[in-house]
């Protein structure tokens, strides 16, 4: 396992009037202060309207990259509680298999994303990743997570440029990145 860096680095965003709205649906959400798992489920409850949107993100924010998947710092709360990132990725791009700092609520705005879960095994001496599950996630669909147990890897699957919004319970813009590991072990895929 290593400690990863952010594939692009990240640039102040220009806001439009509906990401401005998500903003502060989002913080009402946060604004709880509930634990993970449910601050998760009501901050997908709060991405899921906006997806799809045509004035969601600026023709800049939809922009990749032909070397990797391109991160857009949408918004980070100045109190750190929470970040909102557009992914854009191009046909064949993909993760590393990783982890994250925080909980996690992802929503396709176009496209959709091919995803597989992991767990990690390990009999004490040697440790080695289980693929468990793998999920496609359609243009329009919310999911989310909170750690432990969030071992993932994202991919564009598909033909076309997808792109997805990440909201996370932390400051990426200061973090750099929200993933916590990224692992490099050997994995028993599906």
Known sequence: ???????????????????NALVED???????????D???????????PH????????????????DHYRQH???AEPDGSFSIVALVWLPGQLTSIHDHVSWCVTGVHEGEESERRYRLVSDGATSRLV????????????????????????SN????????????????ARLGTSVRRVYELPADEL
């Open 1 to 19: 396992m290593r400690t990863p860096t952010a594939p692009t680095p990240f640039r102040a965003a220009r806001t439009t009037t509906r990401l």
């Open 26 to 36: 989002v913080r009402e959400a946060v604004g709880r202060g509930l634990p993970p």
């Open 38 to 48: 449910p601050t998760a489920y009501l901050v997908g409850e709060r991405l899921g």
């Open 51 to 66: 997806l799809t949107c045509s004035d969601l993100l600026t023709d800049e924010q939809c922009e990749g990259d032909t």
């Open 73 to 75: 710092l949408l918004y």
């Open 131 to 154: 693929a468990t599950q793998d999920v496609i996630n359609p243009r329009g669909s919310v999911s989310g997570f909170a750690p432990p147990g969030d071992i993932h890897r994202v």
């Open 157 to 172: 699957a598909g033909n076309d440029t997808a792109i997805s919004l990440h909201i996370y319970g932390a400051n990426v």
